[in-house]
């Protein structure tokens, strides 16, 4: 028996990278899983793959007539007791030459894309008796990494969020907490060295010498989707190698 057996779970930008694992890994612990984002074929390839248990709605995290109809589809298996925030977009620009629009669209995807899932998952997770919130955060939500002065302030800024969010619903039984990957292989820092100087330079940075795997990350977001976390709220769940010691 799954670690989430029958209990229903939502992944937003669920097409590819972690959380295309994150959707495998819920469902193969026995949950219904709802994938959500604005790659269709992708995300529909992949709920066809995953079965009748994976259902996949399209989703602009920022707009709030598609986080009602997310709900709704997670209504439809069972109630919701798992939401993952996943979905985020990444870029990365000096503070001196970044554009405003590229800000603000940053802010709009990363925080008020997760802040909207917080919002709407309140009601279900409620009806459901309490349930598990995971944010998808990053190292670059703890450190002032050069270059991600926007990408930064939005994994910040989700960090905060993740913590006044588990403060105001605790007392509903909704558990709430934030992960923090560093460079993890095919999604990350690790994924595109432009030699191999700069590849084994990566590398010496982590005490692990090695990039992490998606996989792996998904493992922690079973762990804190699932009941063995039943008393963690709140908290940053660093994966990273060790990258942030220092």
């Not at 000096?94 to 709009?108: A, K, N």
């Not at 939500?141 to 905060?160: E, M």
């Not at 992490?212 to 990350?217: A, C, D, F, I, R």
Request: charged share 25%; glycine share 10%; net charge negative.
């Amino acid at each position: 028996m799954g670690r989430l057996e029958a209990k229903t779970a939502i992944v937003t930008g669920a097409a590819q990278g972690m959380g295309a694992s994150h959707a495998r890994r819920l469902i193969a612990e026995g949950a219904n899983v709802v994938l959500t984002d604005v790659q269709d074929d992708a995300a529909s390839a992949l709920a066809d793959e995953l079965g009748e248990r994976a259902r996949f709605v399209h989703q602009d995290v920022t707009s709030e007539a598609d986080w009602d109809a997310v709900i709704s589809a997670a209504r439809d298996f069972s109630g919701l007791d798992v939401l993952i925030n996943n979905a985020a977009i990444h870029h990365t620009a000096l503070i001196e030459e970044e554009s405003e629009d590229r800000l603000r669209r940053m802010l709009e995807v990363n925080v008020i894309g997760t802040w909207w899932g917080i919002k709407k998952a309140i009601a279900p997770m409620s009806d459901s008796g309490g349930g598990s919130i995971v944010n998808i955060s990053s190292v670059a939500g703890t450190r002032g990494i050069p270059a991600h002065g926007s990408y930064g302030a939005s994994k910040w800024a989700v960090r905060g969020l993740t913590k006044v969010a588990a403060n105001e619903l605790g007392t509903q039984g909704i558990r709430v907490n934030s992960i923090h990957p560093g460079g993890i292989a095919a999604t990350g820092m690790f994924s595109d060295p432009t030699s191999d100087k700069e590849a084994e330079e990566r590398r010496v940075a982590v005490p692990l010498r090695r990039a992490g795997e998606v996989e792996e990350v998904s493992d922690l977001v079973v762990f804190l989707a699932s009941d063995a976390s039943s008393y963690i709220t709140g908290t940053e769940h660093i994966i990273d190698g060790g990258l942030t010691i220092w």
